[in-house]
């Protein structure tokens, strides 16, 4: 074991996580037969074979287990040993990957790169948008933004702050349909449904007299969507009212786009917007000056 570099325990890491030679070589920009000869070495340095190829990709060997747990360990206390020496330096510098969806990254996250930039210039972002949840140690995530609360505990979790979800229509579609005036007046419009969140189909309202009022939305609606961009994109087009996110609707409103709907009797859904991160990630000089960032820009 004399001949295991730090290197070679991170390669080993990643290559345990992804499963594949060639996802790690594109992942490095290298050539494939890189990875296979470092893998060689590292397995005749240890003396046992730790990678078992199959058709389907890579599995490890016991061996190979135990070294990717050993491995694991020592990088998150390197990880550790980074944040406690660089708590006393004045910058953070290095690369860090954030995952978040396509409605985040648009309206919430890309305004805030430049402050970042300016307080922290050494510092490197590469943003990962997708709108699925990713494996963040398969992809190598340092920081999932999203909103609601995650279901796992195998994550920690910083609260950057809340977003409120409103109703709006086009105007084109109000002046063909008519604005409502009252909750029960809804039962007569096309009302857009989120298909991935049953929950957010339940549209709550308050009366002057204080009487509350429910409608699920989602047995009557023509039109759904998994996706806040596509769900925005059909109340642009017409197609009904649909309840967004303020920081997607508001804006839309300011450009005239959109118009509130049932603004006074409508009560907005509060919904978290958190950074999640890998045990011991968070510790990190550059993944703190992030977070606070992020924190300080939602707060506002």
Same mark, same amino acid.
């Given at each position: 074991m004399k001949n295991i570099t730090l290197d070679d325990l991170h390669l080993f890491a990643r290559l345990a996580s992804l499963g594949s030679l060639s996802a790690?070589?594109?992942?490095?920009?290298?050539?494939?037969?890189?990875?296979?000869?470092?893998?060689?070495?590292?397995?005749?340095?240890?003396?046992?074979? !730790?990678?078992?190829?199959?058709? @389907?990709?890579?599995s490890l060997t016991p061996e190979g287990e135990s070294l990717q747990q050993h491995c694991l360990r020592i990088i998150a206390e390197l990880d550790a040993l980074e944040a406690d020496l660089d708590s006393g330096r004045e910058g953070v510098s290095g690369l860090v990957r954030v995952s978040m969806s396509s409605v985040i990254a648009q309206y919430?996250?890309?305004?805030?790169? /430049?402050? !970042?930039?300016?307080?922290? /210039?050494?510092?490197?972002?590469?943003?990962?948008?997708?709108?699925d949840l990713v494996d963040?140690?398969?992809? %190598?995530?340092?920081?999932?933004?999203?909103? %609601?609360? /995650?279901?796992?505990d195998t994550l920690v979790l910083r609260k950057l702050g809340r977003l409120e979800r409103h109703l709006y229509a086009s105007p084109a579609y109000l002046a063909r349909r008519g604005v409502p005036?009252?909750?029960?007046?809804?039962?007569?419009?096309?009302?857009i449904s989120n298909s991935l969140h049953p @929950?957010?189909?339940?549209?709550?309202?308050?009366?002057?007299?204080? =009487?509350?009022?429910?409608?699920? +939305?989602?047995?009557?609606? /023509?039109?759904?969507?998994d996706s806040t961009a596509t769900l925005a994109s059909f109340a642009l087009a017409g197609l009904g009212i649909a309840r967004l996110v303020s920081v997607v609707g508001e804006p839309l409103v300011?450009? %005239?786009?959109?118009?509130? +709907?049932? =603004?006074?009797q409508s009560q907005p859904e509060s919904v978290a917007v958190n950074a999640v991160m890998l045990a011991g990630k968070h510790r990190l000089p550059k993944i703190r000056a992030c977070l606070e960032h992020w924190a300080s820009r939602l707060s506002a």
């Open positions: 790690l070589a594109r992942e490095r920009n290298v050539a494939v037969s890189q990875i296979s000869r470092a893998l060689q070495r590292i397995e005749a340095a240890c003396g046992v074979q !730790l990678v078992l190829r199959t058709t @389907h990709g890579l919430l996250m890309v305004d805030s790169l /430049p402050s !970042l930039h300016e307080r922290h /210039p050494q510092l490197r972002i590469d943003f990962r948008v997708d709108d963040m140690a398969r992809e %190598g995530i340092d920081i999932a933004i999203r909103t %609601g609360e /995650p279901t796992t005036q009252a909750p029960e007046d809804l039962r007569q419009h096309d009302l @929950h957010l189909n339940l549209w709550r309202f308050r009366s002057d007299s204080g =009487e509350e009022s429910v409608i699920d +939305v989602a047995s009557a609606s /023509p039109f759904a969507s300011r450009e %005239g786009r959109l118009a509130p +709907v049932l =603004e006074a």
